[in-house]
């Protein structure tokens, strides 16, 4: 762990510094002092007189500044005032994995859901990236384009953040190119000036890489976001390996893999080093393994039969009368498709809005629907007000919609990873203890498996009688 230091004291040469606090003057000066000259970061925050309370990693600024003076570069300092965007204090994951990651050392990112993973390889990525040089330096691979709407965003409000010596920086820019986007748009921006940072989903990538539009050789820091679910969908595993061992070498970038899940993690470390996807010295920082999900969570089921289930919904949500939630669907089964049925989550919408009196907005999102209402649906929700959003598992990864205080499983999820996503979607709040409700409407004959569940992610589930 790094040294928590004070501002009285000698501090060691450093190439980045965090600070969640406002640091005195004079311990400011003299952090200053310290990395200014360094091409690396200082993050911290502006408004809160505490003491210095700084994250430090110690390797010797000299190298760094050596190697800058060697390629003739200018050496600028990127601050980014943490607190003015709503960060006033690291959560474990940032605490336990900055460190590592400012190192330099690979690393998989395993933390509970909500649990501040993106800012954490956002700061290591904004840390690296020099906006004097114009390339692709960063690199984000995510599995839905949702997602990736969502990290961008962080990213560009972390680059926007004004800093004191604004007029030295170059901004940052960061490219979103992601399946469902204006593909000739982006031809153009890569050909006229290519990003610093670009948040991929893995086809448009390819189709970008393949083209030769888009050039990695400068690529420092390459994230996979929800790597266990990417590594598992045979639509993307493929492309990914090719990235990972074809388009770019693990020795010349540092890699990092993020999610809430990583089944057999020692077996996937092990692949990590055996297939080159990472260098052998990378570290698995698992944050808290005994309490896979956030504590926060009340888990509950009702037993029910399957044509009573849209009716204990319903009964659900009246005594619930929940302000925004997200209730989850099953994909259509094929053999329903062939049938001409009309979707599970239709019928469900239809259900709600004919019987539903909540003063909650029904929303849809799932995959089937184009991107365009995919975005609707989205944006009317991260709009405020209440809502209530049928989905199937698209909006059970990486998805951070805070104000969400419960989940309803209308169909057991098919794993003990999917129920954890999926659950994870409520109790985003870091330092909140506000409890929120995970809600299984389940047959009796699913009872043994929603019991496997709770034994794997060693929760307790609560029954509830109507
Ligand atoms: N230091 C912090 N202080 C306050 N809020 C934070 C901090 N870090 C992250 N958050 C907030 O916590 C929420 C969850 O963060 P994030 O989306 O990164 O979670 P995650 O670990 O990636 O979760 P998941 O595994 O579900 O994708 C976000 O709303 C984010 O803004």
């Known amino acids: ?83 003015e965007v709503g960060y006033a204090v690291p959560t474990d994951v940032q605490k336990q994995a900055l460190p590592v990651l400012f190192s330099g050392r690979d690393c998989i990112l395993h933390a509970q859901t909500g649990s501040g993973k993106t800012l954490a390889y956002l700061l290591l990525i904004f840390s690296v990236v020099n906006t004097q040089r114009s390339a692709v330096q960063a690199l984000i691979v995510v599995p839905t384009r949702e997602l990736g709407i969502q990290v961008t965003k962080v990213a560009r409000m972390l680059a926007a953040t004004p800093t004191d010596n604004d007029a030295e920086q170059n901004s940052c820019t960061v490219m979103a190119l992601l399946d469902g986007g204006m593909l000739r748009r982006h031809k153009s921006w890569l050909k006229a000036e290519p990003p610093t940072i670009v948040v991929a989903t893995i086809a448009s990538l390819c189709q970008m890489l393949e083209k030769h539009l888009l050039k990695l050789e400068s690529m420092q820091v390459l994230v996979i976001d929800e790597v266990d679910f990417m590594f598992n969908s045979s639509k993307q595993v493929g492309s990914l390996r090719k990235l990972l061992t074809s388009y770019s070498s693990c020795n ?50 009702v037993i029910c039969s399957k044509k009573q289930r849209h009716q204990t919904l319903l009964s659900l949500l009246q005594s619930d009368a929940p302000k925004s939630g997200i209730i989850f669907v099953g994909e259509q089964s094929e053999k329903s498709k062939k049938a001409g049925n009309a979707p599970p989550t239709i019928d469900l919408v239809d259900f709600l809005k004919t019987s539903y009196g909540g003063c909650s907005e029904i929303l849809l999102l799932e995959e089937d629907m184009n991107f365009n209402s995919r975005a609707a649906s989205l944006s009317e929700v991260r709009q405020g007000g209440g809502y209530l959003l049928v989905a199937t598992d698209i909006a059970a990864r990486g998805v951070d919609l805070p104000e969400i205080t419960h989940i309803y499983n209308c169909d057991l999820p098919r794993t003990a990873v999917d129920y954890l996503h999926r659950a994870g979607r409520t109790g985003r709040k870091p330092f909140s203890d506000e409890k929120c409700n995970v809600t299984s409407i389940i047959m009796p004959e699913e009872r043994f498996v929603l019991q496997r569940y709770e034994n794997e992610l060693m929760f307790n589930c609560e029954e509830l009688f109507l």
Request: with cysteine; aromatic share 8%.
């Open 252 to 301: 010349s970038r540092q890699t990092v893999f993020a999610s809430a899940s990583i089944p057999q993690h020692n077996r996937f470390l092990y692949d990590c080093i055996q297939q080159k996807w990472t260098k052998r010295d990378v570290v698995h920082v698992h944050v808290n393994p005994i309490e896979p999900m956030p504590t926060c969570l009340q888990h509950r089921f």
């Open 1 to 83: 762990m790094a040294p928590i230091i004070s501002a009285t004291q000698q501090l060691p040469q450093v190439s980045h510094a965090v600070l969640y606090s406002k640091p005195t003057q004079t311990g400011f000066s003299l952090l200053q002092s310290h990395i200014s000259y360094s091409n690396r970061a200082l993050f911290h925050s502006r408004s809160n007189f505490r003491p210095l309370k700084a994250i430090l990693n110690s390797p010797s600024l000299t190298k760094v500044a050596d190697d800058a003076k060697e390629k003739g570069e200018a050496l600028t300092l990127r601050e980014i005032c943490l607190e």
